[in-house]
């Protein structure tokens, strides 16, 4: 059996948990809309659309996130961790993009395992969005994506 594999843990693919499952529920709701809203520039302030590729197919897969950018590093905290696919696709493939505002920038993403989540959960921007995302966390993992410079 397959898995993905964090700070040396595998876990199996069909190891989602019970938390995971239900928020993700309702969140696919959420998710449409708001993914919808950031294609078309009238999202709050607060979100940022990240793009991975597919590990499977190679397709670029939309994700609405919370806006962690500060400068050229933006800043993200996976509230299910592994067990969110848009996570292992960025472990597979790490050149990522993302839109923010109307302007898509391209970048590396880095999953730090050991990083203190709570505490980086707190620096982010949009202090409300980061508060929803703890209540929802099931396994929270902390993403750095480093940009590449703006021409």
Not at 49 to 77: I, K, Q, S, Y
Not at 85 to 95: K, S
Not at 103 to 123: C, I, N, Q
Request: aromatic share 6%; hydrophobic share 40%.
């Amino acid at each position: 059996m397959g898995g993905t594999s964090v700070a040396g843990v595998v876990e199996p693919l069909d190891m989602r948990s019970r938390k995971y499952r239900v928020v993700t529920a309702v969140e696919r709701i959420n998710n449409r809309l708001t993914r919808f809203a950031l294609r078309k520039g009238i999202a709050p302030r607060a979100f940022a659309l990240l793009e991975t590729t597919g590990r499977r197919t190679g397709l670029p897969r939309h994700t609405p996130v919370g806006n962690g950018c500060a400068g050229d590093t933006f800043w993200l905290v996976a509230a299910h961790g592994t067990q969110a696919d848009w996570v292992r696709n960025l472990q597979a493939q790490p050149a990522v993009r993302v839109k923010i505002k109307d302007s898509w920038r391209t970048g590396t993403a880095v999953v730090l395992p050991d990083d203190d989540v709570r505490a980086r959960s707190r620096t982010l921007p949009h202090q409300w969005d980061a508060a929803l995302g703890r209540l929802m966390a099931s396994r929270p993992l902390t993403i750095r994506i480093d940009l590449d410079p703006i021409d």
